[in-house]
């Protein structure tokens, strides 16, 4: 069975490294890749760029995405996964420091299927971490991908 991989969308260094210690802490199993701005996900998306010649959705089963990225924002990311027949039913999870109501709602409206806080202890984000790697990478079902 191929490892399952997480495609983390964030640009904060420390995010990064406390997700990588979460998700070894809680024993995901899974391949994490980490995009730092909106573009270079899109950029994994489409096997473009230096993800060309790969196809990445083949063993994608979630995405983590930041709102406020540069290059494009997490919102257009979104948006753009949603209009894509290949990715439109992919999970994803916005993960963000950015409680505000019209992110939330943006966030919903646009396709997200969940929305985090990101916890400011380490103890609740790793706690948060590896909730999420069990019910998207054990428990959750995913679709078929578009073609």
């Known amino acids: 069975m191929n490892t399952k991989t997480i495609l983390l969308v964030e640009d ?4 990064i490294e406390l997700t990588k210690r979460a998700l070894t802490k809680a024993n995901i199993d899974s391949k994490l890749v980490v995009a730092e701005d909106g573009q270079e996900a ?3 998306l489409l096997g473009i760029g230096i993800y060309a010649g ?3 959705l083949s063993s994608l089963a979630l995405i983590l995405l930041d709102l406020k990225l540069p290059k494009v924002n997490g919102l257009e990311v979104l948006k753009w996964i949603r209009a894509n027949e290949r990715t439109k039913r992919l999970p994803v999870v916005i993960l963000t420091s950015s409680s505000e109501a019209k992110d939330i709602i943006a ?3 646009l396709g997200a299927n969940s ?3 990101k916890p400011v202890d380490f103890l609740q984000f790793a706690e948060a971490i590896k909730i999420l790697g069990i019910y998207w990478l054990v428990l ?3 679709p078929p991908l578009g073609k």
């Open 107 to 109: 966030g919903y409206d």
């Open 12 to 15: 904060n260094p420390s995010d």
């Open 54 to 56: 790969k196809d990445p």
């Open 115 to 117: 929305y985090i806080q």
């Open 140 to 142: 959750n079902e995913l």
């Open 42 to 44: 899109l950029d994994y």
